[in-house]
């Protein structure tokens, strides 16, 4: 398999429930982020992670807690979540953190997340 | 504050036609500006870039235009097909030196009618 595999494809949990998002990036990539999209915004980036260290926290609440056990595996952990957390979750990869001139990223399928 | 933005959030145009989506910037110092294209229920895929440093870049049926002095580029599909239809991204670059993370705008809805 090749390129950013995320799983599952789609979560729907309850406001009490704890639920793991998965990425997984076949590119030899050593920055991996998440990305939130709601519908008719623009992407918001959440977390980085750069060599499995994160370097940037974009005021995301706690209740969603990354974590990189290596450059290859991405989980964002998801704990007593609200109604408004529901949307895309995307996952990407690039070769480096910060991106260098002419470099782009890479995206998974993301998870659509529905918050009862 | 939004440092990058597509005022217009959806576009249809007929099959054959050019369709032109529009991206807008605050921050004078971006220097590399790309375009992704999404599918519903896929991730955005990259599309087309172009560096400051050109007013124009073209891959087969599709051209970026920048205009730095406006703070303006365009991407531009001739001639458009039914399969183009999806949700286009504009994303701009930092220059080295700064955070470097990309930023997006909020994306267009591009509908090509056959």
């Known amino acids: 398999e090749t390129g950013v595999t995320q799983t599952p494809r789609h979560l729907v949990m309850g406001m009490t429930n704890k639920k793991s998002l998965k990425c997984e990036q076949h590119l030899g990539h050593n920055a991996m982020y998440w990305y939130k999209q709601s519908a008719k915004k623009p992407l918001e980036l959440m977390f980085v992670y750069s060599l499995e260290e994160r370097v940037e926290n974009n005021s995301v609440p706690s209740r969603f807690s990354p974590e990189c056990p290596n450059s290859s595996h991405l989980f964002l952990h998801l704990h007593t979540l609200q109604p408004e957390d529901s949307a895309l979750y995307l996952c990407?990869?690039?070769?480096?953190?910060?991106?260098?001139?002419?470099?782009?990223?890479?995206f998974g399928s993301g998870t659509q997340l529905s918050v009862l | 504050d939004q440092q990058v933005k597509q005022n217009s959030p959806s576009l249809s145009v007929q099959e054959g036609r050019i369709s032109i989506l529009n991206c807008d910037y605050t921050?004078?110092?971006?220097?590399?500006f790309l375009w992704y294209k999404k599918y519903p229920a896929e991730g955005p895929t990259f599309l087309i870039s172009i560096s400051s440093i050109k007013d124009k870049n073209e891959d087969g049926r599709f051209t970026v235009f920048l205009n730095k002095s406006a703070k303006h580029l365009s991407l531009h599909i001739v001639p458009s097909q039914p399969g183009d239809s999806a949700v286009y991204f504009c994303a701009a670059n930092p220059p080295v030196g700064s955070a470097r993370q990309l930023t997006f705008g909020s994306g267009t809805q591009l509908t090509v009618l056959p």
């Open positions: 921050n004078s110092m971006f220097d590399y």
């Open positions: 990407a990869s690039s070769q480096e953190s910060p991106l260098a001139t002419n470099e782009k990223l890479f």
